[in-house]
């Protein structure tokens, strides 16, 4: 049963929710960031909404996920909550990491998310990892990992590749193909025409598909998760998209130039998708801009909760290092913070 | 040190930039490769300009992939390039770990000397950004551990300038860790010539003849505010700034230590394993009986490196250092 059944019409507005959720969450944490409010950095996943949905829509609520530094889209994408998110990325304690992992490392073992991640490529070898626990406890689960076209580059992604096809595995491999690596166009890092042109090394199926049109993510992973399931091995799909917004926040981005912005954003996944439903009959213009608003309501409402919410306590940094506690961890909570609340002492560190 | 009277008033990350563009003009070949430093100058801008000035051929825009720029740069610099790749952050080194280690550091033991393997990578290390983990952290321990590398930790513009060129020239790999907190905290006068810092060499920054305060990078300047908050005190700290972490100078150490008989160790590093403890057998094992006191080190703390808000608990500051001096002082 997939997450979202977007051959209906709850499934659909469903979907196009979803996506409204991610845009209005990114666009606010990009302002909060830039408002000094969120600490770090932050990568938007602004303009790729059509991939993340699509594919979690067409997983089961059981299937695994990884993620990618730009991981926001993602974790709502698999039904995570932006409230408990956003707290995430204050680094406050009621976030889904305790306020430990911050924006670049949510992770929810209920919801599958295997987590975000900080180090490009590194989550396509968990993928494999989680497919072949499914495999082996005979699980009806696949593990779908998000890359994006740099990560293609890192050798870890393509051992994991060929573990995933040599063993058939119920994976799936996602490039999201948003043409930069960072700062640099995805054609000076890659020989390929097609990164979906990969799979041939690993004789496993491999397709590129229009990563700004949810309808075609969607089939492309249902797909890829019946091959999975019917113990056929993993599929490599290229889904073609655009960063709207830099690398990360506060990115000069001299590689690139506005039309090419401009031509992407008026393929917008959220708004094509809307105006197929209004053609359809499915929703009205007015019901499309209320359930905007809608979503831009709770998106500030979970900010306004994250803004609010208590901040970890400093002995909590020693916590979960270990399932028992060393002796130097424990040493150093008990003596972690001053009488007058200020930096921790270094009496008997 | 060779000195000239034009002088500029640079950040440590224009002092990068400045020593990378002195070495290119001079050696041409001198490569800069990595990830966003050609076009886009760096994430960090340490490389900006030199793409415009040395084109393609010189400032090479790399793919994501850290194992593949290290393990390239092994055999540029086998066969007579002199590589300066750059690690967006030194958190992403590990990936090329495997080439660091394996190849970087042992190619020339292993070939009796008949491969070398110069190569200066560099990489921002350190907190204080309000980033956690990969992005903030203080690993140079792993590196020092690792017998064939050189590890240098500049503190000042006017020292990155100068031991970024002497690494460049040095006929071994050196790691070169920027602390990117205070990549534009300050600025300071650095020579518009080539000149050269070597390697190896610790700088007293204070004299003093109470206790001995070793540090390096950006726990500098906190040690230093904490050293002339003190003298008011009436406590004489010496401060010793090490600048490189291996080969340490152990001669500037012992004697260091031998006068003071007192020895406090500031780093931000998990505690456990780190340089502080080598600085504390060195003096242990070469001026025992000098010794007034146990050696105190005032460090980070084993665990990942937390998000921002416990990120001030985790990073020594001047009040804590104060702290750790006076316990020294006081025994």
Redesign the interface.
Known sequence: MVSIDIETEDGQKEALRRMMLIRSFDDTAGTLFADGEIPGFVHLYIGEEGVGVGACAALEPDDYITSTHRGHGHCIAKGLEPQSMMAELYGKRDGYCNGKGGSMHIADVDAGMLGANGIVGAGPPLATGAALSAAQKDEDRVALAFFGDGAVAQGQVHEAINLAATWDLPAIFLVENNQFGEGTPVEKQHNLENLSETAEAYDIPGFTIDGMDITAVYEAVQEARERARNGDGPTFIEADTYRFRGHFEGDQQPYREDDDIQEWQSRCPIDSFASRLVDAGVMTDDEVESLRAEVDEEIAAAAEYAQNADEPDPTEAYDDMYAVSVPELTMFAGRSVRADGGSPTNTDQ | MSTTSQTQNLTLVQAVRDGLYTEMSADEDVIVMG??V????G?FRATEGLWEEFGDDRVI?????E??IVGTAVGMAAYGLKPVPEM?FS??M??AFDQIVSHVARLRNRSRGRFTCPMVIRAPYGGG???????SESKEAFYAHEAGLKVVIPSTPHDTKGLLISAIRDPDPVIFLEPKLIYRAFRGDVPEAEYTVPIGEAVTRREGSDVSVFTYGAMSRPTMEAAEELAEEGVDCEVIDLRTISPLDRDAIISSFKKTGRAVVVNEAP??GSIAAEITAIVQEEALLYQEAPV????G????Y?????E???LP?A??IK??IM?TVEF
């Not at chain 2, 105190?296 to 460090?299: N, T």
């Open positions: 990830e966003d050609g076009k886009n100058g994430v825009d790399t793919p994501l992939a194992s593949g967006q958190g992403f590990y990936p950004i309000r980033a956690p983990e990969h992005h505690k456990t105190k080190r005032v460090s703390f084993d665990v990942p937390p998000l921002y808000a416990l001030d608990y985790y500051n009040a804590r702290e750790g316990e």
